[in-house]
Nanobody
Framework: QVQLVESGGGLVQAGGSLSLSCAAS????????MGWFRQAPGKEREFVAY????????YYADSVKGRFTISRDNAKNTMYLQMNSLNPEDMAVYYC????????????????????WGQGTQVTVSS
């Protein structure tokens, strides 16, 4: 059974940092791109960051570019999101996901392109 488990969320003051992890189990995802999305109350789920299967290509939402860094360790079947300079607009439930198609970064920003999702981890930023 495939499972994605996010961890690392919590409460942080504005300007602070958090590091999220996404541990995958049940199969190996080294051939698949992975992404981070977030959803705030009353809002649609939105793209945050993407990393290709090899880690050689990354994309970020404009709102997090320069502050967030996505990475992965295929040997550990784990993906990470380092979040710096957090502000209240970053407050949301953060989800990790695995892309549906192997070796493809097409439409990386669309949630429908992802097959497996974690349960989410809450990030709260106090002003």
């Amino acid at each position: 059974q495939v499972q994605l488990v996010e961890s690392g969320g919590g409460l942080v003051q504005a300007g602070g940092s958090l590091s999220l992890s996404c541990a995958a189990s049940g199969r190996t995802f080294s051939s698949y791109g992975m992404g981070w999305f977030r959803q705030a109350p009353g809002k649609e789920r939105e793209f945050v960051a993407y990393i290709s299967w090899s880690g050689g290509t990354t994309y970020y939402a404009d709102s997090v570019k320069g502050r967030f860094t996505i990475s992965r360790d295929n040997a550990k079947n784990t993906m990470y999101l380092q979040m710096n300079s957090l502000n209240p607009e970053d407050m949301a439930v953060y989800y990790c996901a695995v892309k549906r198609k192997a070796y493809s970064s097409a439409s990386y920003y669309q949630p429908l392109q992802y097959d497996y999702w974690g349960q989410g981890t809450q990030v709260t930023v106090s002003s």
